[in-house]
Every structure is written in structure tokens, then in C-alpha cells.
């Protein structure tokens, strides 16, 4: 479930960022998984308050939002990430995880893997039960496979990477009623769950790996509606069940949610009264915060950060995102009929030399201190943000040096002619596409930063379309290959499971560059291979890739980002890490019965 | 009369049905569609193909269409992809909240805007009527989101009169007293503000009516004739200056489904401005062309009343 709001950050309009989320389980802002060690500005996750708490209390979040949100209050339905964080205190993932997204087993249900049978076995902890009292069954995690995977349903979380669950394609074809690879040996009122796959993966022990679901439904609240009506109907809409700390009570649509405490849940009652969490527009949301109208702000916008950093009674926690933006080098095509990338030998971009210079002549650090304020961007390194701990490597990556970028291209044969601009090795006028993004205010500037920087070094770059293009139109372009894009700058949102087969692979659409080597599908496949089960093979094999992905520069890392929430001073044991460190609803309290002003 | 409103009813659907052929072209000529929204490294494109395909977003756009027109006839609008809910019930619960508060706001603006509108006129180059013209110019100047914002601020987080968002406030129990209360007290701000907002033009038009009408022959003639000021003022002058405002009413009743992007994002108030916008850039094809064809009915019909309410009050343009 952690397929994280992906392009939330990408800069777009707010009210287009919207779409651009996370299509996986829940977001781990709110409560799972890692401490990170953090390598950019360092904020602290946790405010520790040594006041003594007092009884119950309601916590008030706001969520920095200029639309209403969607209400899709299911784990297996929602596809925006704007959702995850309003059903975030009721909706908990089956399994725990540390801080690196690794199983770690003490959460509500138990994996452990088996991959000589190939098998993954779950066993549901006795206590847990959904708010209603009902106790959570294998049959509720089975249901959660239906409602993804049954040809009525209307969601998109149907993968790849989950039909390696055996005879789910079948049932999704309709050929079966029963997902043959999902067993039941204790019965569907049992505990038990026994999922039998066509191949084990190394990143099966990762949190956020699509190979199988990591959440629940309630079949009995449930059994009732059909599918096809099932994203529709008041039991996922107005009355959603869940057996997270917090059971939803009341929901105004679009606006807000209130939560009160799941009285069943199983690792105690939560301590607060009542939590309440509703919509405040991005433009208001630092003076809702001055004054004092939330315990908590979710999702502030960073660009204003300068205007909402030193709000007195608040203390800032902050975590880096599972993110990065890249620039990226259009080298082919995707051939839709043989679904495999395809590269062009005479593609402008082809030639190493050039896109290394290119990156070279950026100048990320600047564009970061000066469009993001305090450090909430820094310039990445590798295509495995930090946060992948032992995964991500430490290699020196592009950074601005005009000197090295000029050197070569002059080796490479691009040679400057009168007017300062180089022609391709042929002698021919070299004129290059740049695709970018509009959205943010400084979207523009960044993208007039970034040609004066190619300027410097001689190469003609202008605007596809003479404009910044908007996120449907952008990736309309990037992904069906248009003649009219040579290279471009965007942002994925990861999963917590690292490897980067579905982003890079020679067989992936998302191959946006459609980079094909033998030598990058031999590193890539063997970061999944099965070789490495074994971690540390998997951890050189990371490392051997990222190496080889900066040397080839078709698609170059450009930043890392970090999120920053505001809390107050009165809200006790709120944690902003990924992992079991972070957010136990459950034990939140407050100090006071209003807001800390100072 | 009757005739002529039939006629013009008959009128309307030729001019609905091109309306919905364009913009349904229009609309699927955008670049990318619903389903662009949802890449990310972990969603299957070829999952994502298969909802496309079933969504019949592959067909070509004149089958479409006369899919969707079918469906229309049988009230269903299809589903909002982004909302994953039926379209009717999603622009009817945005339009109930719009039509309350824009009809708020148009009562705060026509009864601030005719008073001051009339005494600019009445008392043309006076002290009051200085005040009132640099009151129009002001408001006029401004940006809207500027004095929205600034309203909000002020009204809502340092006084703290009003609540700051949403429609409803979470506590509320709907079909309660303190629910209506609740409701009203939430459409207060953002109506009087965009009230205000609206007040500049009705005051001009009006101020304008009432000095050309002063100067009028009917008016000097009735004056000679020793009708008391204050009938002169009433009969002659007033109800000839509120005749280019009687004009744009049928739009003013029918615009109340219009919504406001500003107000709504500012206020995080739910309404059909908003909806509009973002089914735009999610390319929710079924919201956008349910929309724009329900709102182009309505500019229609706002015409149509325009001019029923104007043969009333005007029977020298009643027309047979």
C-alpha cells in the first residue's frame, strides 16, 4: 500500500495535482513505515512534549486543498492521493514495516514467505476487528482481491505485477469464480491466507512492491453490493468501514471528515475524543495556521513555505518524499504492437556525450535555493532517492560544470559555428525540443533558467510548442513519442519498493526515453532476479545499475524533495517517519484544550 | 406572447444540439484524456488500457456521441471518471450549493447597488455621489481574489464573524434547524463579499439611467404639468433607469447555476465554478459536456427570460 502520491509534487495548478497521485494503497504519510535518514536540510520528525496530557480532546487537521475532495473511502477504489489522507486515521495497511518499508510483522496481520513452495503465507492477528465488531477474517483479504480484480469493478489498481498471484488473471477474464492462487486452510472465517505465486521477488520483503494487496475489506458490510456499484455506493461513500485506530463517523462531502475511536481496536482504544480533518484552500491555509485553527496542516504548500515557517505555537516536522525529478532523453519509440521500447540509432538525443554535457550545464543548486525555499529541494544524485537507505548509492551524480560540459562536445564533434551555437557532428544546425511542465509560478523560470544554462555551452534549445505545456498535454506528447520532444523534465512519485523495472525496462511503457540496452535489462533484471533473495547481492546489484544509468544519462535525477507539515505544540506523540516509528493514531493526545499560541 | 415563447423554445434545440456536438468535439480533441491522470510507476498501462477501452473512449467521437445522446434521453448523464459517481447526482449536489449562495449574492448586490446606484443619480455631482462613484472604482479596480481574500482574512480569521470554509459545518446534523443555521452562516461571507463585488456595473447603469432620464422631454413635460417631485421621480424617472437592469435579469436568475472559481476556491465552498474547472483538467468528459450543455441551456433561457421579463415591464417592445 505505499504506492505514494506520486506526481503530487510535480508542479502543476493545484487543482491538476490532484490527478496526479497515488494509484497504490494508502499513503504512508500518515502512518506507516520508515525513519529516514535524512541528507538534505535535516527537520526533526517528532516533537517530543514533556506537558501532561489531558483527557480525550478533538484534534483538529486542515488539508491544503483548492478542491473539494473525491470520497472514495475504499483502499482498493481511490485514486486520489488526496483521499489517502482523509480516511488516514480509520485505514490501516495489514502489515507494519521499519524504516527502510521492510515487513517487520508486529502489525495487524503477519507474512512470512516460503520461496521454495512460492509461496506467502498471512496469518490475521485474533484481535483485529473492524469497527463494527466484526472480526477480520481471510475472507475479508480475499474480498479485497475481488473488488481489484473483478471484471465489474471499476478500479485501476488491477497490475502487472499482482497477476503473478496465480489465477488471478483467470478471475479477472471471468474464467473462474475463485482466485485459485488464494488459499484458505483455515476456512473464509479463518485466519489464515496462503497466496501461491508464479514467481517469488526479491522485493517481496518490501512494503509497496504490487506484488500482492496489503489491505482488507469488510466482506460482511460489503457482501451485498455488487461490483459494478461498488465505488458507488454509500457503504464506501458515506459509511465506510475500516479497522484502523479510528472509525470514520461523519462525513460531509467534499469538505469533511470527523473520526472517533474504533472501540475494537486491537492494539487498545485511542485517546482522543474525536479527530477532525477538512479542506482549507492553499491561499488561506498559512492564516488558518496563524491563527491557531489547526492542530495540523496537511499537504502546506511548499512554495510558500517563507510564509508559514516560524508560525508561533507550531514546530515544523519534516520527512523526504518517496520522489524525484528527472530530465529526461527522447532516444525511440514504444512499439505498441510488440509492446517493447524500441530505440532510434539516429535520434538526436543519441549520443552520450551531448546528454552528459547537458547535464552538466545545469545548474540545480541555484534553481533550488532560489525556487524552493529552506532547503525543501536538493539536487539528486541517483534515480534511488536516499531514502532507500543501503539501496540508494552514493555516487557523485551531475552537477554544474560548464568546463567538462563543453569539453565534451567538442570531443564529441558538435562544433560551435559563428552565431555561438554548435551544429551536430555532421555539420548540421542542431535545434533541440525541450518539454516541460507549466503549473507552479516558477515553472517558467526554470525552464527559461535551464536554456540559458544550454545556451552557455552553445546548444539551441527552445520550448516544444514555443510554450510550457499542461500535464495532459505534456504527457500526451511524452508518451505516444512526438517528433516534437527531444528532451523533457518531469517527476515520478515511488513506490517503497525500489527497483526500477517498471521505469526503465525495455518492456515498460513508462520507459519514457526508451532507453534499451543489453547491459542496462541485464543490471535491471538482476535486481529481481533471484539471485536477489539475497539482499546483499540485490544491494550491489542497485548500486551497478544507478552507476550505469548516470554514466548512459538518458534519463539524468534533478531533485529530491523534502515534505514539511506544521504541528502544533499541544499534540503529543505525532511522528511524521515512515514506519511503525511514525503516527500511531492511537496514541496521539493533546496538552491543552486549545492550540498552542507560542 | 405565448406564441413567441413556444417559438423561441423550438428554437433552442437546434441550438442545443450543435452547442453539444461542438463542445463534445472540443472536448475530445484536448490532449489526453481521463485515465492520463493516473500514471504512475505503479499502475499497469495496459490495465489502464483496458478501462479505456471499456469506457469506449476508443470509438470514434460521432459514435460516442450518439451513445451519450441516447443515454441522455434515458437521464443519464454517464459517470464523472474522476468522482467515479454518477454525473446527475454530482452537479446536483454542486448546484444546490451554488444556487443558494449565488442566489444570496444577488440579493446583497441588487439591494446595495439600486439605493446607491439611485441616490448617485438623483444627486448627480454631490458629495454622495463622489462617494459612491469612488466606491464603484475601487471595487472595480480590485482584483476580485484580492478583496475576496482580504474579506476572508479580515471577517473570518482576525474577527472571526464568519466560519472560513466548506458549506456546512462538520457538527451540524443535516435535516436539523442548526443545520440551516449552519449553512446560512457559511454562505454569509462569501455572498456579501462577491455581492459587493458585483454591485460596480448595476450602480453605473443606474446612476446613468437616472441622469439621462432627468434631462428627458416626458420628464420636463410632467414636471410643467406640477406632478409632485416625488411621482416625477418614482414613475418616470425610476422605472425608465431600471430598464437596462430588467434586462439582464433572466441572466442573473439563470447565471445563479453558474458558479464562481474565485469565490469557490477561496472559501473552499463546493459549487459548479469549480466543478467546471477541474472536470477541465482532469478531462472528465462526461462532467464537461454535461455541464456546458446545462449551462448553455441556461444562457438560452436567460435570454428568453430577459426578454419576457422586459415586454413587461417595457410595452413598447412587447412583441406578438
Same mark, same amino acid.
Given at each position: 500500500?505505499?504506492?505514494?502520491?506520486?506526481?503530487?509534487?510535480?508542479?502543476?495548478?493545484?487543482?491538476?495535482?490532484?490527478?496526479?497521485?497515488?494509484?497504490?494503497?494508502?499513503?504512508?504519510?500518515?502512518?506507516?513505515?520508515?525513519?529516514?535518514?535524512?541528507?538534505?536540510?535535516?527537520?526533526?520528525?517528532?516533537?517530543?512534549?514533556?506537558?501532561?496530557? =489531558?483527557?480525550?480532546?478533538?484534534?483538529?487537521?486542515?488539508?491544503?486543498?483548492?478542491?473539494?475532495?473525491?470520497?472514495?473511502?475504499?483502499?482498493?477504489?481511490?485514486?486520489?492521493?488526496?483521499?489517502?489522507?482523509?480516511?488516514?486515521?480509520?485505514?490501516?495497511?495489514?502489515?507494519?514495516?521499519?524504516?527502510?518499508?521492510?515487513?517487520?510483522?508486529?502489525?495487524?496481520?503477519?507474512?512470512?514467505?516460503?520461496?521454495?513452495?512460492?509461496?506467502?503465507?498471512?496469518? =490475521?492477528?485474533?484481535?483485529?476487528?473492524?469497527?463494527?465488531?466484526?472480526?477480520?477474517?481471510?475472507?475479508?483479504?480475499?474480498?479485497?482481491?475481488?473488488?481489484?480484480?473483478?471484471?465489474?469493478?471499476?478500479?485501476?489498481?488491477?497490475?502487472?505485477?499482482?497477476?503473478?498471484?496465480?489465477?488471478?488473471?483467470?478471475?479477472?477474464?471471468?474464467?473462474?469464480?475463485?482466485?485459485?492462487?488464494?488459499?484458505?486452510?483455515?476456512?473464509?472465517?479463518?485466519?489464515?491466507?496462503?497466496?501461491?505465486?508464479?514467481?517469488?521477488?526479491?522485493?517481496?520483503?518490501?512494503?509497496?512492491?504490487?506484488?500482492?494487496?496489503?489491505?482488507?475489506?469488510?466482506?460482511?458490510?460489503?457482501?451485498?453490493?455488487?461490483?459494478?456499484?461498488?465505488?458507488?455506493?454509500?457503504? =464506501?461513500?458515506?459509511?465506510?468501514?475500516?479497522?484502523?485506530?479510528?472509525?470514520?463517523?461523519?462525513?460531509?462531502?467534499?469538505?469533511?471528515?470527523?473520526?472517533?475511536?474504533?472501540?475494537?481496536?486491537?492494539?487498545?482504544?485511542?485517546?482522543?475524543?474525536?479527530?477532525?480533518?477538512?479542506?482549507?484552500?492553499?491561499?488561506?491555509?498559512?492564516?488558518?495556521?496563524?491563527?491557531?485553527?489547526?492542530?495540523?496542516?496537511?499537504?502546506?504548500?511548499?512554495?510558500?513555505?517563507?510564509?508559514?515557517?516560524?508560525?508561533?505555537?507550531?514546530?515544523?516536522?519534516?520527512?523526504?518524499?518517496?520522489?524525484?525529478?528527472?530530465?529526461?532523453?527522447?532516444?525511440?519509440?514504444?512499439?505498441?504492437?510488440?509492446?517493447?521500447?524500441?530505440?532510434?540509432?539516429?535520434?538526436?538525443?543519441?549520443?552520450?556525450?551531448?546528454?552528459?554535457?547537458?547535464?552538466?550545464?545545469?545548474?540545480?543548486?541555484?534553481?533550488?535555493?532560489?525556487?524552493?525555499?529552506?532547503?525543501?529541494?536538493?539536487?539528486?544524485?541517483?534515480?534511488?532517492?536516499?531514502?532507500?537507505?543501503?539501496?540508494?548509492?552514493?555516487?557523485?551524480?551531475?552537477?554544474?560544470?560548464?568546463?567538462?560540459?563543453?569539453?565534451?562536445?567538442?570531443?564529441?564533434?558538435?562544433?560551435?559555428?559563428?552565431?555561438?551555437?554548435?551544429?551536430?557532428?555532421?555539420?548540421?544546425?542542431?535545434?533541440?525540443?525541450?518539454?516541460?511542465?507549466?503549473?507552479?509560478?516558477?515553472?517558467?523560470?526554470?525552464?527559461?533558467?535551464?536554456?540559458?544554462?544550454?545556451?552557455?555551452?552553445?546548444?539551441?534549445?527552445?520550448?516544444?510548442?514555443?510554450?510550457?505545456?499542461?500535464?495532459?498535454?505534456?504527457?500526451?506528447?511524452?508518451?505516444?513519442?512526438?517528433?516534437?520532444?527531444?528532451?523533457?523534465?518531469?517527476?515520478?512519485?515511488?513506490?517503497?519498493?525500489?527497483?526500477?523495472?517498471?521505469?526503465?525496462?525495455?518492456?515498460?511503457?513508462?520507459?519514457?526515453?526508451?532507453?534499451?540496452?543489453?547491459?542496462?535489462?541485464?543490471?535491471?533484471?538482476?535486481?529481481?532476479?533471484?539471485?536477489?533473495?539475497?539482499?546483499?547481492?540485490?544491494?550491489?546489484?542497485?548500486?551497478?545499475?544507478?552507476?550505469?544509468?548516470?554514466?548512459?544519462?538518458?534519463?539524468?535525477?534533478?531533485?529530491?524533495?523534502?515534505?514539511?507539515?506544521?504541528?502544533?505544540?499541544?499534540?503529543?506523540?505525532?511522528?511524521?517517519?515512515?514506519?511503525?516509528?511514525?503516527?500511531?493514531?492511537?496514541?496521539?493526545?493533546?496538552?491543552?484544550?486549545?492550540?498552542?499560541?507560542? | 406572447?405565448?406564441?413567441?415563447?413556444?417559438?423561441?423554445?423550438?428554437?433552442?434545440?437546434?441550438?442545443?444540439?450543435?452547442?453539444?456536438?461542438?463542445?463534445?468535439?472540443?472536448?475530445?480533441?484536448?490532449?489526453?484524456?481521463?485515465?492520463?491522470?493516473?500514471?504512475?510507476?505503479?499502475?499497469?498501462?495496459?490495465?489502464?488500457?483496458?478501462?479505456?477501452?471499456?469506457?469506449?473512449?476508443?470509438?470514434?467521437?460521432?459514435?460516442?456521441?450518439?451513445?451519450?445522446?441516447?443515454?441522455?434521453?434515458?437521464?443519464?448523464?454517464?459517470?464523472?471518471?474522476? #468522482?467515479?459517481?454518477?454525473?446527475?447526482?454530482?452537479?446536483?449536489?454542486?448546484?444546490?450549493?451554488? #444556487?443558494?449562495?449565488?442566489?444570496?449574492?444577488?440579493?446583497?448586490?441588487?439591494?446595495?447597488?439600486?439605493?446607491?446606484?439611485?441616490?448617485?443619480?438623483?444627486?448627480?455631482?454631490?458629495?454622495?455621489?463622489?462617494?459612491?462613484?469612488?466606491?464603484?472604482?475601487?471595487?472595480?479596480?480590485?482584483?476580485?481574489?484580492?478583496?475576496?481574500?482580504?474579506?476572508?482574512?479580515?471577517?473570518?480569521?482576525?474577527?472571526?464573524?464568519?466560519?472560513?470554509?466548506?458549506?456546512?459545518?462538520?457538527?451540524?446534523?443535516?435535516?436539523?434547524?442548526?443545520?440551516?443555521?449552519?449553512?446560512?452562516?457559511?454562505?454569509?461571507?462569501?455572498?456579501?463579499?462577491?455581492?459587493?463585488?458585483?454591485?460596480?456595473?448595476?450602480?453605473?447603469?443606474?446612476?446613468?439611467?437616472?441622469?439621462?432620464?432627468?434631462?428627458?422631454?416626458?420628464?420636463?413635460?410632467?414636471?410643467?404639468?406640477?406632478?409632485?417631485?416625488?411621482?416625477?421621480?418614482?414613475?418616470?424617472?425610476?422605472?425608465?433607469?431600471?430598464?437596462?437592469?430588467?434586462?439582464?435579469?433572466?441572466?442573473?436568475?439563470?447565471?445563479?447555476?453558474?458558479?464562481?472559481?474565485?469565490?469557490?476556491?477561496?472559501?473552499?465552498?463546493?459549487?459548479?465554478?469549480?466543478?467546471?474547472?477541474?472536470?477541465?483538467?482532469?478531462?472528465?468528459?462526461?462532467?464537461?459536456?454535461?455541464?456546458?450543455?446545462?449551462?448553455?441551456?441556461?444562457?438560452?433561457?436567460?435570454?428568453?427570460?430577459?426578454?419576457?421579463?422586459?415586454?413587461?415591464?417595457?410595452?413598447?417592445?412587447?412583441?406578438?
Amino acid at each position: 500500500m505505499k504506492k505514494k502520491s506520486a506526481f503530487g509534487y510535480v508542479t502543476l495548478t493545484a487543482a491538476l495535482s490532484i490527478l496526479l497521485v497515488a494509484c497504490g494503497g494508502k499513503s504512508d504519510t500518515s502512518k506507516n513505515t520508515s525513519s529516514t535518514t535524512t541528507k538534505s536540510v535535516s527537520f526533526a520528525t517528532a516533537y517530543k512534549s514533556d506537558k501532561a496530557a =489531558i483527557k480525550g480532546g478533538t484534534m483538529k487537521i486542515g488539508v491544503a486543498i483548492d478542491q473539494p475532495f473525491k470520497g472514495v473511502f475504499s483502499e482498493q477504489y481511490y485514486d486520489d492521493a488526496y483521499d489517502a489522507d482523509f480516511m488516514g486515521p480509520a485505514a490501516e495497511s495489514l502489515f507494519s514495516t521499519d524504516s527502510e518499508f521492510k515487513f517487520t510483522n508486529d502489525g495487524a496481520a503477519s507474512i512470512k514467505f516460503d520461496n521454495d513452495a512460492k509461496t506467502a503465507t498471512i496469518k =490475521i492477528k485474533d484481535n483485529v476487528k473492524w469497527s463494527d465488531g466484526q472480526p477480520v477474517t481471510a475472507k475479508d483479504y480475499e474480498f479485497a482481491y475481488e473488488q481489484v480484480a473483478n471484471k465489474d469493478s471499476d478500479t485501476s489498481r488491477l497490475t502487472g505485477a499482482l497477476l503473478n498471484l496465480e489465477g488471478l488473471e483467470e478471475y479477472n477474464a471471468g474464467k473462474s469464480d475463485k482466485i485459485s492462487g488464494l488459499e484458505m486452510p483455515d476456512g473464509e472465517n479463518g485466519k489464515t491466507v496462503v497466496l501461491h505465486f508464479k514467481e517469488m521477488k526479491p522485493g517481496f520483503t518490501q512494503s509497496g512492491n504490487g506484488y500482492f494487496l496489503e489491505s482488507a475489506a469488510p466482506y460482511h458490510y460489503l457482501k451485498d453490493v455488487a461490483f459494478k456499484d461498488m465505488v458507488k455506493s454509500d457503504k =464506501i461513500r458515506k459509511h465506510p468501514l475500516f479497522f484502523g485506530p479510528f472509525a470514520i463517523s461523519k462525513i460531509v462531502a467534499g469538505q469533511s471528515v470527523e473520526f472517533t475511536p474504533n472501540k475494537y481496536y486491537y492494539k487498545g482504544v485511542a485517546k482522543l475524543d474525536k479527530i477532525t480533518m477538512e479542506v482549507v484552500s492553499t491561499s488561506t491555509a498559512a492564516a488558518a495556521l496563524k491563527n491557531h485553527k489547526y492542530d495540523t496542516v496537511l499537504k502546506m504548500p511548499t512554495t510558500t513555505y517563507d510564509n508559514w515557517k516560524k508560525v508561533p505555537g507550531y514546530v515544523n516536522l519534516g520527512k523526504e518524499e518517496l520522489y524525484y525529478s528527472y530530465m529526461g532523453f527522447k532516444l525511440g519509440k514504444f512499439d505498441k504492437k510488440k509492446n517493447i521500447n524500441v530505440m532510434d540509432k539516429n535520434a538526436k538525443m543519441n549520443n552520450k556525450s551531448l546528454r552528459q554535457a547537458m547535464a552538466y550545464a545545469l545548474n540545480e543548486d541555484e534553481v533550488n535555493n532560489k525556487f524552493y525555499a529552506g532547503g525543501l529541494r536538493t539536487t539528486a544524485n541517483t534515480l534511488i532517492p536516499p531514502i532507500f537507505g543501503k539501496f540508494h548509492s552514493n555516487a557523485k551524480g551531475y552537477t554544474l560544470n560548464l568546463d567538462k560540459a563543453n569539453k565534451l562536445l567538442d570531443k564529441a564533434g558538435y562544433k560551435k559555428g559563428k552565431d555561438g551555437y554548435r551544429t551536430d557532428p555532421d555539420g548540421k544546425k542542431l535545434t533541440i525540443n525541450f518539454a516541460a511542465m507549466s503549473g507552479s509560478e516558477a515553472a517558467e523560470a526554470i525552464a527559461q533558467n535551464n536554456i540559458q544554462q544550454w545556451k552557455k555551452i552553445g546548444l539551441r534549445v527552445q520550448l516544444t510548442s514555443g510554450r510550457l505545456l499542461d500535464f495532459n498535454n505534456f504527457y500526451d506528447k511524452v508518451q505516444n513519442d512526438t517528433k516534437d520532444v527531444d528532451v523533457f523534465t518531469g517527476a515520478w512519485g515511488v513506490s517503497s519498493e525500489p527497483s526500477p523495472a517498471d521505469l526503465y525496462s525495455a518492456a515498460a511503457p513508462y520507459n519514457f526515453s526508451r532507453f534499451v540496452s543489453d547491459e542496462n535489462t541485464k543490471l535491471l533484471d538482476d535486481i529481481d532476479s533471484e539471485a536477489s533473495l539475497d539482499e546483499a547481492h540485490r544491494v550491489e546489484a542497485f548500486k551497478k545499475w544507478q552507476d550505469y544509468a548516470l554514466d548512459q544519462a538518458y534519463v539524468v535525477p534533478l531533485q529530491y524533495s523534502m515534505t514539511v507539515s506544521p504541528v502544533n505544540k499541544r499534540v503529543k506523540n505525532y511522528n511524521v517517519s515512515y514506519g511503525s516509528e511514525g503516527t500511531q493514531w492511537q496514541d496521539i493526545q493533546l496538552t491543552a484544550d486549545s492550540p498552542a499560541t507560542k | 406572447m405565448w406564441k413567441t415563447i413556444l417559438r423561441r423554445f423550438l428554437v433552442m434545440i437546434p441550438q442545443l444540439i450543435l452547442l453539444s456536438v461542438m463542445v463534445f468535439v472540443l472536448a475530445k480533441m484536448m490532449p489526453g484524456d481521463p485515465f492520463t491522470g493516473l500514471i504512475t510507476p505503479q499502475t499497469d498501462p495496459a490495465h489502464i488500457a483496458q478501462l479505456r477501452a471499456q469506457a469506449g473512449l476508443n470509438d470514434p467521437w460521432w459514435t460516442q456521441y450518439f451513445r451519450w445522446v441516447a443515454n441522455l434521453f434515458q437521464g443519464d448523464m454517464g459517470q464523472s471518471y474522476a #468522482f467515479k459517481r454518477p454525473v446527475t447526482g454530482l452537479i446536483g449536489d454542486r448546484a444546490v450549493n451554488t #444556487f443558494w449562495l449565488s442566489l444570496v449574492t444577488l440579493i446583497v448586490a441588487y439591494t446595495v447597488a439600486i439605493p446607491l446606484g439611485v441616490i448617485a443619480g438623483r444627486f448627480e455631482d454631490s458629495m454622495r455621489d463622489k462617494v459612491i462613484q469612488v466606491y464603484t472604482f475601487v471595487l472595480l479596480a480590485v482584483p476580485s481574489f484580492v478583496f475576496l481574500l482580504f474579506a476572508l482574512l479580515l471577517f473570518g480569521y482576525v474577527l472571526e464573524w464568519f466560519p472560513t470554509s466548506g458549506y456546512v459545518s462538520l457538527e451540524a446534523d443535516p435535516g436539523t434547524f442548526g443545520y440551516f443555521l449552519s449553512r446560512i452562516q457559511h454562505i454569509l461571507l462569501p455572498a456579501i463579499t462577491a455581492g459587493l463585488l458585483s454591485t460596480s456595473g448595476t450602480i453605473q447603469y443606474l446612476r446613468a439611467g437616472v441622469i439621462d432620464n432627468t434631462n428627458e422631454d416626458f420628464v420636463r413635460t410632467a414636471r410643467s404639468k406640477g406632478v409632485p417631485e416625488r411621482v416625477v421621480f418614482s414613475k418616470h424617472i425610476l422605472r425608465n433607469s431600471l430598464l437596462p437592469i430588467a434586462a439582464f435579469m433572466g441572466n442573473s436568475i439563470t447565471g445563479l447555476l453558474g458558479g464562481s472559481i474565485f469565490v469557490e476556491t477561496i472559501f473552499s465552498y463546493q459549487g459548479m465554478g469549480q466543478l467546471f474547472i477541474s472536470s477541465i483538467g482532469t478531462r472528465d468528459y462526461s462532467v464537461i459536456t454535461a455541464l456546458t450543455l446545462l449551462f448553455g441551456f441556461l444562457t438560452l433561457l436567460g435570454n428568453l427570460l430577459s426578454d419576457i421579463i422586459m415586454s413587461i415591464v417595457d410595452p413598447r417592445i412587447r412583441v406578438e
